[in-house]
Every structure is written in structure tokens, then in C-alpha cells.
């Protein structure tokens, strides 16, 4: 009888992952869904560890099985995207939603082989726009990635304190070293395109670049977790290249 209620518990978060899984999967956002489908199915074989009841058992079996069917479907359909140099996926970032933090949009496409970091962005010049830099850099030093090496080229803030700019980077640059990672700044006059490329294939155009959070107050809810901080409206464009590295 114990264990009834952590089984209850376990199904119920299964069940609401996968339902996001399938709606990711509808809007074309593959490598997000696939991320919920693993998820939800180990979810779901927790669920059937502790199951006695032979008809529920099987139940839980066939819902694994279709499950399981339809996440390789999709990891097969974004691999021959990937061979083909085809793959395109795009996120719409609704004006005030929430639940957009760097790790929930890049998360999905840093890995192991992720080792190098490529950053393009005119407008990382203010201290909110270096924090947003820095909050990415947190995310590539402190998850599952291997990532030894960041470039950022940005423009210099000639309206403002270039030079307290660039002693924001050379401190940022110095706190990487302490983890490993080394730090290359570059500054251009011209650039206008924004995108992060990572040596893995995976290329993220985001329409606002970093800066698509809104603001707000130093002790408001948001201020820390992005996830809760409301987003200014903008596009997420993602593609693959085999060779993004040799490319460069």
C-alpha cells in the first residue's frame, strides 16, 4: 500500500510530460520532444517496475512500446534532416510568456561533443546584456557539455563606457579561465546578424539575440530564474551543419 501513492505520483508526471512531448512533436519541435519522451518513458518504466496488476502491466507495456515507436520515428526524421543539411526547426517566443530560459531553448542542443561555443551579437554592451552573457556562459560551464572555448563578437558601446565594457568581459574572462574555458572577445563595427553556432552542427538564430527577456526589478519574482522572467516577443530559428566547426 505504501508504494500506491509514489505510483500515482510517477504516472501522473509521466502523463503530463509526454502530453508535452506529443505537442512539441505537433509544432515541429522535434529535439525539445524528443527530450520529453525520454523523459516521460523513464517515467513510465518506473511506473511498471512497481505495477502487480498484470492487465495494468500490460497496458503500461503497449503505451511504452507506441511511445518508444513514435520518439524513434522523430529522432530518425531529425537525423536525415541532419544528413542532409535540411534540418530546420523554429520556436516562437510569445510577448510575456514565461519558461524561456537559455536552458530550456539551448538546452536541447548541447551535448558531450559540444566543445566549442561560437556567440554573434551586436548588443552585448550593457551590464543587463553582459549579465545575459554571462547567465549563458553559466549554462554551457555547468551542464553536461564539454565546452573549452567561447568566441563572442559584439559591438563596442561607443554610446556608453566602452572601457567598463570591456572590463566586465576581461573579468567575465578571467572567472571562465578558474573552470578551464577560455574566453575570446571580438568587436565589430558592421555585425548585425545574431546566432550562436556550436561545434556539434547545431546553429541558433534568435531574432532579439540574448536580449529577450523583459525587465524587471531587482527583487521581483524573474529576476533570478529566467524561467519565471517574462520574454519580449521573438523568434528562435534552429539548423545543422555537419561541418560548423571546419566551416568556421
Not at 505537433?26 to 523523459?39: A, D, I, N, P
Not at 495494468?56 to 529522432?75: C, G, L, S
Not at 566586465?168 to 548585425?192: I, Q
Request: proline content about 1%; aromatic content about 8%; hydrophobic content about 30%.
Amino acid at each position: 500500500m505504501a508504494g500506491r501513492p509514489q505510483n500515482s505520483g510517477f504516472e501522473a508526471s509521466a502523463i503530463t510530460v509526454l502530453k508535452r512531448a506529443v505537442e512539441l512533436d505537433g509544432k515541429g519541435r522535434f529535439t525539445e520532444s524528443l527530450v520529453c519522451y525520454q523523459e516521460g518513458l523513464n517515467l513510465l518504466m518506473e511506473v511498471l517496475k512497481v505495477t502487480t496488476d498484470d492487465v495494468k502491466k500490460q497496458a503500461f507495456r503497449t503505451r511504452i512500446r507506441e511511445y518508444m515507436d513514435r520518439a524513434e520515428k522523430v529522432k530518425q526524421h531529425v537525423e536525415q534532416e541532419k544528413e542532409a543539411g535540411k534540418y530546420h526547426e523554429q520556436i516562437h517566443i510569445g510577448a510575456d510568456s514565461t519558461n524561456n530560459s537559455y536552458s530550456r531553448i539551448l538546452g536541447p542542443f548541447l551535448d558531450e561533443f559540444t566543445t566549442e561555443v561560437h556567440v554573434e551579437d551586436p548588443y552585448i554592451r550593457s551590464a543587463h546584456q553582459i549579465y545575459n552573457f554571462l547567465r549563458l556562459c553559466e549554462l554551457l560551464v555547468g551542464g553536461k557539455t564539454k565546452v573549452k572555448r567561447i568566441s563572442l563578437t559584439t559591438g563596442r558601446d561607443e554610446q556608453g563606457n566602452a572601457q567598463t565594457q570591456q572590463g566586465r568581459l576581461d573579468e567575465l574572462k578571467r572567472s571562465l579561465s578558474d573552470y578551464g574555458v577560455t574566453l575570446d572577445v571580438n568587436y565589430s563595427s558592421t555585425l548585425h546578424d545574431r546566432e550562436i553556432r556550436l561545434n556539434n552542427g547545431w546553429i541558433i538564430k534568435i531574432g532579439r539575440g540574448l536580449d529577450y527577456f523583459k525587465n524587471t526589478g531587482k527583487f521581483s519574482i524573474g529576476f533570478c530564474d529566467m524561467d519565471l522572467r517574462k520574454c519580449q516577443e521573438t523568434t528562435v530559428d534552429i539548423f545543422h551543419s555537419k561541418h560548423t566547426a571546419q566551416n568556421r
